[in-house]
């Protein structure tokens, strides 16, 4: 069974910065990506940013220079910076780990419990 765990979250004035993290049960290297994603009220859930095994990394245009995921191996930990927060980044955030599960190439999505980000005006 593989955990996820997030903090981080909280209530910030526009402009302000959050950093979330999402600890995990098992060495990060082990996945295929981890990433972050973002559900707000009424709206499905959307990708934010997410870092490959290798560590490429990839952003949703929304939050293109506004935030940074990195990773710190050795802590199984992986994060997410965000700058310039507007109204509109209000959501939930989940972590996500996708595992290769077949040698074909399948894979299993693991997510956690989810973190509130709150923006105001």
């Known amino acids: 069974q593989v955990q996820l765990v997030e903090s981080g979250g909280g209530l910030v004035q526009a402009g302000g910065t959050l950093r979330l993290s999402c600890a995990l049960s098992?060495?990060?290297?082990?996945?295929?990506?981890i990433g972050w994603y973002r559900q707000a009220p009424g709206k499905q859930r959307e990708l934010v940013a997410s870092?490959?095994?290798?560590?490429?990394?990839s952003y949703a245009d929304s939050m293109k220079g506004r935030s940074t995921i990195s990773r710190d191996n050795s802590k199984n930990t992986v994060y997410l910076q965000m700058n310039s927060l507007k109204p509109e980044d209000t959501a939930v955030y989940y972590c996500?780990?996708?595992?290769?599960?077949?040698?074909?190439?399948?894979?299993?999505?693991?997510w956690g419990q989810g973190t509130q980000v709150t923006v105001s005006s």
């Open positions: 996500n780990a996708k595992l290769q599960v077949t040698v074909e190439g399948a894979l299993r999505d693991y």
């Open positions: 098992r060495s990060i290297l082990n996945f295929n990506a």
């Open positions: 870092i490959r095994s290798g560590g490429s990394t």
